[in-house]
């Protein structure tokens, strides 16, 4: 009797529908991992943007001298060096626009994603201005959670710079 080898029909249609099934799977994980990369890359370029906006904003407001609403979401800072800064909200868009600067005027944008909403407020005697950052959470009988909070006191550094040149 002659001995055949190799392998027959069935064994290789087993091992093609093994193989697929590995190959499905991993086109599964590395289609995942791409979405979770995307993901977490798009709330970090948020997170860095919402960082800036909360210095920035804290840094004008500490070296104001006055702060004035004006119409709408736009509040203006009126700083020592006779500069004054403008923060306008325009949906999910904050632009900031310091005007008389040492360097001339600037202008800088800081877009969120549009799912956030943005809102200024100064308290009654306007010594405090609030940067508020909600996330619209879709439900509408749940509100909106806070992202960010920024809380600053107005001209909060030239009260210090006062108190630090009196101590020397």
């Not at 943007?49 to 210095?55: E, I, K, N, R, V």
């Not at 940067?131 to 909106?144: I, M, Y």
């Not at 909070?149 to 006062?162: A, C």
Request: net charge neutral; charged share 20%; with cysteine.
């Amino acid at each position: 009797m002659m001995r055949r080898t190799g392998s027959t029909l069935i064994e290789l249609l087993l091992s093609m529908s093994a193989g697929s099934a590995v190959m499905l799977l991993a086109i599964s994980l590395v289609h995942q991992t791409i979405l979770v990369a995307q993901t977490s890359k798009h709330r970090s370029d948020h997170n860095r943007t919402l960082d800036q906006l909360a210095q920035c904003f804290r840094r004008d407001v500490h070296l104001a001298n006055s702060i004035s609403p004006t119409e709408g979401k736009t509040i203006t800072i009126q700083c020592a060096d006779a500069t004054e800064i403008v923060y306008v909200v325009n949906a999910s868009i904050v632009i900031r626009e310091r005007k008389n600067g040492p360097d001339g005027n600037e202008f800088e944008r800081y877009i969120l994603d549009p799912s956030f909403s943005v809102d200024l407020r100064l308290n009654q005697n306007n010594q405090l201005a609030s940067l508020l950052v909600h996330s619209e959470t879709g439900a509408k009988e749940r509100p909106s959670k806070p992202e960010l909070v920024v809380e600053s006191s107005v001209g909060r550094w030239n009260s210090l710079e006062g108190k630090i040149s009196v101590a020397r």
